[in-house]
């Protein structure tokens, strides 16, 4: 599996990066959809957006696009963060063990 | 050309342009024909994935279901999309970097047990065959709705251009003919959407349409005309819902997390050349979703209107065409109860019994003579939630290539899913019961072999499901998504997330949410049908939901049991901390 050598704080580091993202990320994933589309729901309702009640169009509409937009900032952050560790990926040309018999 | 003519056509080149991809692509290797090799494209992986997500359900089935349900219906929008944020953040990029072929190739050796591996293929093999059953079904329909060959022959020639390009291509080669399947299908449902977004609002886009105004003078929004029309004919507001709360929270929590851990949808990660990519393409598998699935409450919020507004209170003589053609399928049914010739439309179950039950031949104003008794309500049509987007174009008297349009996309969506399937249950046939536990030793050539012997098995059980369906495919669906959110999905997450879980703890967990799912579903659904009402339901959550509870109780047991066995060995444990990483491996 590719063959740089990454030191046990710089991995420990990356990963506490990583979670502290996605606590956030999925966070606002949670508030859109369980929230929005589905708990507060009602309470919503009474508001209007664009011909819609808003809590109607988080559950059919809202939530989906924001879904988009999260995996992408995700993959933009991710990204970034491993860039800043310089642990990025983009060099790696393909990092299937070419000898795929796989060490059994 | 007539309508008929147009559907031969557009059909015809679309599966000779499948097939050309088939030939083009077929793969060499055990490597290209279990992940393409590993060298997709990011943006074409997710139009792939895409397309091996979006089944007959999404294309044929789900605005239907949505325009009957409204509210309610958000529970699949939302389930099926929302997975696929779960998929990006917190298994794709992993099980890419780990670098094998499978699901159970993960479970098997992030958990070192062969027995851990067994378990998760018996849930692959269960979640996959009830989804390709469904796939089947619904290229049968479509071909004897618009093709006017029986639903058998529709299945064959069904199967036979899946077994070309998933025995020849295997995921080389399915994948690059998902592609072209992807933009058949999200053509075909876009453009009657457009033309009838148009009619009924001015606004050319679909999206927007359904939060706009009605042309028809009324000043009114289409949810609001909606509301109100559905309210004098007895039932609730299209925007609010019968479910609780609690059971739409549950349900929705069962569909995202069991779409994250649907193995067909998982493996397509592994076929993209970096971790990186893996993120991306999800991402993308997304966009090209979201494009149906905003699309879809619009067409489902459409039809119902339009429904209502040409069906009720027109005579049955007077009704048109699609109606007839439905009925003469056995999709609508219609019992004059009032005397009065004309079609009522309200609230409440038509006939005794839910489904219509024809008798021999005409009653007085040629509709088909029902055996059924009438119920008590005043509702005198029965209508399958399936035919409302088959039916959308006819409904709207669109042109008769919209129609011939739509009946290749509804195809291109079935042979995409049941392709994207089949190939996951060849491989987990061949590579990870034959290879990985039966036979010792096998080449690359063997393995290759078996790979496309088994698909070829794997078509001829799905079209047997397709010719003789059996009646529980539409209680099952249930099933495929509650065992993948009480079994798969935890199996993964915990092993890449927790890296005490240990073999025993995981195989214990697994076992206990896919024993309670599966228990929960058989009682309600089987067992006791009769009984299946919320008031006998746990915490009030339906068999659909009950996959979010087998969830929990899959990660409790699974935590507990790990605390009082054998620690995780510190190879496993290395081999997390290296899965962890985008590239390269912890120094040690």
């Known amino acids: 599996m590719g063959h740089q050598k990454i030191s046990k704080e710089i991995a420990d580091q990356y990963w506490k990066a990583n979670i502290r ?84 | 050309m007539t309508t008929q003519m147009l559907t031969y056509v557009f059909v015809g080149l679309s599966f000779t342009l499948y097939i050309g991809i088939a030939i083009w692509t077929r793969a060499g290797s055990t490597k290209e024909f279990y992940v393409a090799g590993g060298h997709v494209p990011p943006v074409l992986n997710g139009m792939a994935t895409a397309a091996d997500w979006m089944s007959a359900a999404s294309f044929i089935s789900m605005a239907g279901i949505i325009a009957f349900m409204g509210y309610d219906g958000s529970v699949y929008l939302m389930g099926w999309t929302g997975g696929y944020v779960l998929l990006a953040f917190l298994l794709a990029p992993y099980l890419r970097k780990f670098g094998k072929f499978t699901v159970p190739d993960f479970v098997g050796e992030r958990y070192y047990s062969k027995f851990a591996r067994i378990v998760a293929v018996v849930c692959l093999l269960i979640v996959s065959f009830t989804y390709v059953a469904g796939q089947m079904r619904g290229v049968g329909i479509v071909f004897s709705r618009f093709l006017e060959v029986e639903i ?24 690059y003919t998902q592609v072209a399947q992807y933009c058949v299908l999200i053509f075909a449902y876009l453009v009657p959407a457009i033309f009838i977004s148009m009619m009924l609002t001015d606004n050319p886009i679909p999206q927007l349409g359904l939060g706009a105004t009605v042309n028809d003078g009324s000043g ?274 915990m092993g890449i997330f927790m890296k005490s879980m240990n073999r025993e703890g995981a195989i214990a967990g697994m076992l206990a949410g896919m024993v309670f799912t599966f228990g929960y579903i058989v009682y309600f659904k089987f067992m006791e049908p009769s009984a299946n009402v919320a008031a006998n339901w746990l915490f009030g959550i339906s068999p659909e939901g009950i996959g979010f509870i087998g969830m929990i109780i899959n990660f409790a047991v699974a935590i507990s049991v790990a605390k009082f066995t054998k620690p995780t060995p510190d190879a496993i444990k290395d081999m997390v901390a290296n899965i962890r990483l985008p590239v390269g491996e912890v120094k040690k």
């Open chain 2, 220 to 493: 009114l929004s289409i949810l609001a005309k909606l509301d109100s029309v559905l309210v004098d004919l007895g039932f609730g507001k299209y925007t609010s819902g019968n479910k609780s709360t609690l059971d739409v929270f549950a349900i929705t929590a069962a569909l995202m997390i069991g779409t994250a851990g649907l193995p067909h949808v998982i493996v397509r990660f592994f076929t993209v050349p970096k971790v990186s990519d893996a993120r991306r393409s999800a991402g993308w598998a997304l966009v090209f979703i979201a494009i149906l699935y905003t699309t879809a409450p619009a067409v489902a919020a459409f039809a119902r209107l339009n429904f209502v507004e040409t069906i009720n209170n027109t005579q049955y003589e007077a009704t048109p065409s699609w109606f007839k053609n439905w009925e003469n399928i056995g999709l609508i049914a219609w019992a004059d109860k009032n005397g009065d010739g004309a079609v009522q439309y309200y609230a409440g179950d038509a006939l005794e019994g839910g489904k219509p039950q024809y008798g021999e031949g005409r009653g007085e104003f040629g509709e088909r003579a029902l055996i059924n008794t009438p119920s008590s309500s005043k509702n005198e049509v029965y209508v399958d939630r399936d035919i409302m987007v088959l039916a959308n174009p006819e409904i709207s008297n669109l042109p008769g290539w919209v129609i011939a349009l739509v009946a290749a996309g509804g195809l291109a969506a079935a042979l995409s899913t049941a392709a994207g399937l089949l190939l996951v249950i060849s491989t987990s046939i061949s590579h990870d019961l034959l290879k990985k536990t039966l036979v010792n030793n096998l080449s690359e050539k063997q393995e290759l072999r078996y790979a496309r012997l088994s698909a070829a098995f794997a078509v001829i059980i799905a079209g047997f499901f397709g010719v003789y369906p059996p009646a529980f495919v539409a209680q099952v669906v249930a099933f495929a998504f509650g065992l993948a959110a009480a079994s798969i999905f935890p199996a993964l997450f």
């Open chain 1, 21 to 104: 993202l996605l606590l956030k990320l999925l966070s606002v994933w949670f508030i859109v959809s369980f929230g929005a589309g589905v708990i507060f729901v009602e309470d919503l309702n009474q508001f209007h957006f664009f011909g819609f009640k808003l809590g109607f169009w988080f559950a059919q509409q809202g939530s989906i696009l924001i879904f988009v937009a999260l995996i992408f900032i995700y993959s933009h952050k991710m990204q970034k963060l491993e860039e800043a560790f310089n642990i990025n990926d983009d060099f790696e040309p393909d990092s299937y063990d070419e000898d795929e018999g796989e060490a059994s």
């Open chain 2, 152 to 175: 058998n022959t529709g299945v064959y020639i069904g199967m036979t251009i899946v077994f070309f390009y998933a025995v020849l291509g295997g995921m080389k080669g399915i994948t």
